[in-house]
């Protein structure tokens, strides 16, 4: 399910210039669900994808905050392409 969600924050920021607030929406839901599930992947994801939007739009230090502290989750698995991503991201 929360991939389906975090899709959804993604088409609206691709098809919408005015949907941030909507991708946002999205992004948090699906960082929600994963949690509560215990999917750190698709919470990394999903962080990754509200950091990005964040970023764009002028916050990039609380987009820096909530990428690392999903990435501090993670024990093993860092050549994955998502940790990848996350540690780019980062730097």
């Known amino acids: 399910m929360p991939k389906c ?10 098809t919408d210039a005015d949907g941030r607030e909507t991708a946002e929406a999205a992004f948090n839901r699906a960082l929600a669900v994963s949690r509560t ?12 994808s509200l950091a990005q939007l964040w970023r764009r739009n002028g916050r990039g230090r609380k987009a820096h905050t909530l990428v690392s502290d999903t990435y501090r ?9 998502d940790l990848t991503a996350a540690r780019t991201f980062l730097n």
């Open 5 to 14: 969600i975090a899709w959804t924050g993604e088409l609206t920021c691709q």
């Open 37 to 48: 599930q215990g999917a750190k992947l698709w919470e990394l994801r999903a962080a990754l």
């Open 73 to 81: 989750l993670f024990s093993e698995g860092f050549d994955t392409p």
